[in-house]
């Protein structure tokens, strides 16, 4: 099971548009929890994007500096993996910002 973070729009229709969405493994939580992004996308259902970007940006820096937060993620994981996920939530919160997040 994948953990999933969408932003959508309320755009006139029967249902919101999805705007942005991307998943991955929920074995990055230790992860997430140390450099500070945990939060930002587990606990952010309803609020816009906006909201979260500096938050999951810092947490990017943190993890692109940081080499020894690699011992925090399981083998079958890559830091790489990491790097990507949060760059395309950051980059979705920034063009998006005024979404809200859906998370699953």
């Known amino acids: 099971m994948s953990f999933v973070f969408r932003l959508v729009r309320e755009e006139g229709g029967a249902a919101p548009a999805v705007v942005f969405e991307d998943s991955t493994s929920p074995g990055f939580v230790p992860l997430w929890e140390e450099v ?3 939060d930002a996308l587990y606990n952010s259902d309803g609020k816009p994007a906006r909201e979260v970007s500096r ?3 810092y947490g990017l820096d943190r993890i692109s500096e940081e080499a020894g937060l690699n011992r925090l993620l399981p083998s079958s994981l890559s ?3 990491a790097i990507r996920f949060l760059e395309n939530v950051n980059r979705g919160c920034v063009i ?3 979404a809200s997040i859906e998370t699953r």
Request: net charge negative; proline share 0%; no cysteine.
């Open 96 to 98: 998006h910002g005024t």
């Open 55 to 57: 938050s999951i940006a």
């Open 79 to 81: 830091m790489g993996e």
């Open 36 to 38: 500070g992004v945990y």
